[in-house]
């Protein structure tokens, strides 16, 4: 049988200029945020006093920037921009956090100003330019982007031993295999993603995605893996808001191999939901239903019908930075009734986005990491290992992932995974840890 392995000119205006090419990307301000808080209500409380004092109105500008309250930003550089017009400067930052809020249109208007300045510096005409470039690409009808990534890999338990039912991090699969084997091998990950702009106001769009993880190892052939999934649906505002609470119903098809052979496919129709709670919280949901077919009619047992549910929150304090929490319900009813079983669980997770400081890394770099916990439990007896004892499973995993960004289009990507199954019947028991370098390119 088969196997599976393991399933991106003013003396305030000049503190604009100094921190580099863009203010609402450099993240240079010392202070916590609760440092700068109080600073633009200092700020604040002083313009009151002085409304047209150019150089304070620069001041807490840039320090609503760095707080990502860019609408205290525009609204104060619009101001000064009615005492001088000639400040370039300000026009590219009141671009940049326009570009920030996702307002493209006035965005592109204040940049494009800003090239009209024939003594503009050619790093910052370069800034302004790739800026354009993007709301160009963002505000396609049809966009599309696409990132591979190829690297070595080497995992403790390739094979997923021991012998015994296993549930994988992409299904419940029968394995045959002896004792866990380590082994080293290639791993290539693929991914797309297209946007249909549906012409609305509200910038709904059809999205659609898809991924193709393989692995291939020098020994143990049984956990060579080829998991191929694509989803595809509209993404609709539920009212006229362009960042209110949205929809998206889906179909979602999948196909896994193993050991260069097919193992099953699956297609689900389900639905995602995502609301903006407030500035630093959203809300998000995903619950679907499908069918499972096993292409080996001898693990006919294995086919199921399967119903899925995860609902969260994201915090991002800033907007580098997010953390995330789920809760997880799934629901497997199999052809075999010794295979049907109910997955409740959680995750957290967080990510984290930063510039490293040298001079010729054009991008961010972005560190990452989750904690999984799922309890699973089959209410059936486990003939298969010869018990009339229902089975229970407990699974802690965890991971974490840096990529080191070079430029806008290639970058590396350190990966490293761990999953520990502890199981009332002690051959389903199981932990392995994969460590992978690749190279990555992004289109």
Do not use: C
């Amino acid at each position: 049988m088969k196997k599976l392995a393991r399933l991106i000119g003013l003396a305030g205006l000049s503190v604009l200029i100094a921190a580099g090419p863009s203010l609402a990307q450099s993240g240079n301000v010392p202070g916590s945020d609760g440092d700068l808080r109080a600073r633009q209500a200092e700020l604040y409380d002083a313009l009151k006093d002085r409304p047209d004092d150019l150089d304070l109105m620069a001041l807490y500008a840039k320090v609503s920037i760095e707080l990502e309250d860019y609408e205290a930003a525009i609204s104060t550089m619009e101001r000064m921009l009615i005492y001088r017009q000639d400040l370039p400067q300000v026009r590219r930052e009141l671009g940049v956090a326009y570009f920030n809020l996702g307002s493209y249109q006035a965005a592109q208007l204040y940049l494009e100003q800003v090239l009209e300045d024939d003594s503009l510096p050619a790093p910052i005409r370069g800034n302004v330019e790739a800026y354009l470039a993007e709301i160009g690409k963002r505000t396609r009808k049809n966009r599309f982007d696409f990132t591979g990534a190829v690297g070595v890999i080497h995992s403790t338990n390739a094979n997923f031993g021991p012998e015994g039912l296993l549930n994988t991090p992409v299904g419940l699969l029968p394995i045959v295999s002896g004792e866990a084997e380590a082994d080293t091998g290639i791993r290539t990950v693929l991914s797309f993603a297209h946007d249909h702009d549906l012409q609305r106001p509200n910038n709904d769009i059809w999205r659609t995605t898809g991924t193709y993880l393989g692995i291939r190892y020098f020994d143990v052939t049984e956990g060579d893996t080829d998991y191929l999934t694509v989803r595809t649906g509209p993404r609709l505002s539920l009212n006229e808001e362009e960042f209110g609470p949205k929809i998206r119903p889906y179909l979602d098809a999948s196909y896994v191999g193993s050991d260069d052979s097919g193992l099953y496919y699956q297609v689900s129709l389900g639905g995602e939901y995502t609301q903006t709670l407030s500035t630093y919280w959203s809300l998000f949901a995903d619950v679907s239903t499908g069918f499972r077919n096993m292409l080996d009619q001898d693990l006919d047992g294995f086919n199921l019908f399967r119903a899925d549910s995860e609902i969260g929150v994201a915090y991002i304090p800033t907007r580098d930075l997010i953390f995330r929490g789920s809760l997880i319900f799934e629901q497997e009813a199999a052809e075999d009734f010794e295979n049907t079983n109910t997955e409740i669980g959680g995750r957290l997770g967080a990510e984290y986005q930063y510039f490293p400081g040298f001079d010729f890394i054009e991008t961010k770099w972005r560190v990452g990491g989750f904690l999984d916990l799922r309890g699973r439990f089959f209410p059936g007896a486990q003939r298969a290992v010869g018990l009339s004892d229902s089975r229970q499973d407990l699974d802690f995993a965890a991971g974490f992932s840096h990529v080191f960004g070079i430029t806008d289009n290639w970058a590396l990507q350190f990966d490293m995974s761990s999953l520990v199954r502890s199981s009332n019947i002690q051959n389903f028991d199981l932990d392995n840890v994969s460590v992978s370098l690749s190279g990555v390119f992004k289109l």
